[in-house]
């Protein structure tokens, strides 16, 4: 049980900040939509025309027109997209935070020495006040405890079970459901456009490899996120196995994004969508390529559909690390596109209609 | 100049196992071939008949095939080499290591308070034999010196130039035209097969990335090696920059390649290429899956064409971590397919005809 992980490898965001209370008023952003060009047929269909939109097709067409001078050959066309908050829902948890939380009574039932031990005597409790105030090396635990010791085909088997009953308090629909539709037209458009498209998440990547695949037509090599070692050994029958464990290679987060797209990818990406602080730096090292470089970021300004945090009406962002006032001056400053989910997206999920 | 590199991070065989005296006497290996199937027109052509040609195209029908009990679905498709020895030559000494003493000079020539300080002296005298006893500290010393504290740009454009100039000894011809030209119509073929191929080598992933497209046809993101860790900042001009770090994120080798293979890949290959005992667990992983498995371990024994080394002739391997005569009676034992340079090669290099 003892962990590798340090105070400062683990955001506290990862578990604490998304317990917060969240701002739900919002008001309209300013309308600055520039004529749109109409689109090709039905791609992007659950966008709105607008500017962002339009980024998308003026981008696409830039680097795959061979006419253009920034025409970019389609074996290096890559582009990269954050997760939660980018392709689908963040709050109130984290998904994998929500897992990690509910993994504990299945972790306590096989070693039952854990229930009156902390922090997962606080956990079965359920008493979310006690939840958020468990300390880091607490929270450290409990990550342990449910990501790492077992091999990792026991791992996808569990994430795979969950996910296929887990449901989210508001919608009470399985997870997987709560993909931001007019993302997936996102993906698919680059993808028939040559791009490879990858998710760099700072959740955990063998998490999101479980799914990414079905859910967003991603296949697991193509998932960079934050990654702890594995062991390799032998199992009882001495079949070769890889045990999950607690060391932490990869903190695909803020800085570690970029220096994650170095070691899985290789290569600067031409079009990058984030969300939050987190991908501030991931946004800047693909803007400072040359030639059109796609810089997206979503906002966060629909409490009727889905949510509002973040700068949208002003309001102080009550979380660490998600869009603050600081990162949409930036943006605007440096011309990266952002996305209002109430003004650009005419849907937000499949199952709206 | 610090190093982070532990002496179990970098095995001594990197630098020193391959200045040693190799057995260059060999001798013919039992023939057992079995019939071969008559290949597809001019696929694999640099093959002679025989089970380890025949092994391959049974593993691509049993895959491939739609009515096969062993079918697999093309995105599930992934193929991985190790490089040193088994898709180039990889002696006298490994191209890597060529390139880190040859670069010492330009080292030194930035920072001229290094010419009188080991190992950095050493390596400029050009003697071999003192070159041969350096401490591994002192070698860490070089490997830090020539691959690090650089952008990632800087190290591409260092790589990519010298390897427009340098030659090896024995063929005088640029170490990237010594490529085995039956592996690259192996690889060819597998792709045509919808096979992903991977580069997975116990050399430096970011050193490897800058030649695989061009001469494999591979892309930097399906390269897996030995990585070090880049640090995320800022440039003169305030240019986002990724500078290559001393410490080691993995050490792909050994048990390091699963452990890597699912890091970067994060599923099970359904074919391996190797040649050493550095890629044995490689091998043993890939076979430990399901269905149909290729495991493929090239044999050095063609010392007139090539090199003879290993337990070709009985002769005792001289170097550590190659093809010894345990890790051959371990590939007999379960089956995997050795590939005898001598027997199963009509040519080595595309240059011979």
Redesign the interface.
């Given at each position: 049980m003892k962990s590798h992980l340090s105070r400062s490898d683990i955001s506290r965001r990862v578990l604490l900040s998304a317990m917060g209370v969240l701002p739900t008023a919002y008001a309209l952003l300013d309308a600055t939509s520039a004529p749109a060009q109409t689109p090709a047929s039905g791609q992007l269909s659950s966008w709105n025309d607008g500017p962002a939109k339009q980024a998308i097709f003026d981008f696409v067409r830039a680097t795959t027109d061979r006419s253009s001078p920034h025409y970019v050959v389609p074996?290096e066309r890559i582009a990269v997209f954050d997760q939660d908050g980018t392709l689908w829902v963040e709050h109130p948890l984290y998904t994998q935070v929500v897992y990690c939380l509910e993994r504990v009574p299945a972790v306590v039932a096989k070693k039952p020495e854990l229930k009156t031990v902390e922090p997962f005597k606080t956990v079965l409790s359920g008493n979310r006040e006690a939840m958020a105030k468990l300390s880091m090396p607490d929270l450290e635990k409990i990550l342990v405890a449910t990501l790492t010791g077992m091999t990792?085909e026991e791992f996808n088997a569990e994430v795979k079970n969950w996910m296929q009953t887990a449901r989210h308090p508001r919608w009470n629909r399985p997870y997987t459901e709560l993909i931001y539709q007019p993302m997936l037209e996102a993906l698919n458009y680059l993808r028939d456009n040559a791009y490879?498209t990858y998710i760099v998440t700072g959740g955990g990547?063998?998490f999101v490899?479980v799914y990414a695949?079905k859910v967003y037509g991603i296949?697991?090599?193509q998932?960079v996120g934050t990654?702890g070692?594995?062991?390799?050994g032998y199992g009882k029958n001495g079949?070769?196995i890889?045990i999950k464990d607690p060391k932490l290679?990869?903190n695909d987060d803020k800085?570690?994004k970029?220096?994650g797209i170095?070691?899985?990818?290789?290569?600067r990406p031409h079009a990058a969508f984030g969300n939050s602080t987190g991908d501030r730096?991931m946004l800047?090292?693909t803007a400072?390529g040359d030639g059109a470089r796609l810089k997206m970021i979503v906002l966060h300004d629909d409490a009727q559909r889905e949510y509002a945090y973040g700068p949208a009406n002003g309001l102080p962002d009550t979380r660490v690390g998600t869009f603050t006032q600081a990162l949409y001056d930036e943006a605007k400053q440096k011309g990266w596109t952002v996305i209002s989910m109430k003004n650009d997206w005419r849907r937000i999920f499949a199952f709206e209609e």
């Open positions: 074996e990792v490879k990547q063998d490899r695949q296949p697991p090599e998932v990654a070692a594995t062991k390799y079949e070769p890889l290679l990869l800085a570690g970029p220096e170095h070691l899985m990818i290789g290569r730096q800047e090292y400072a």
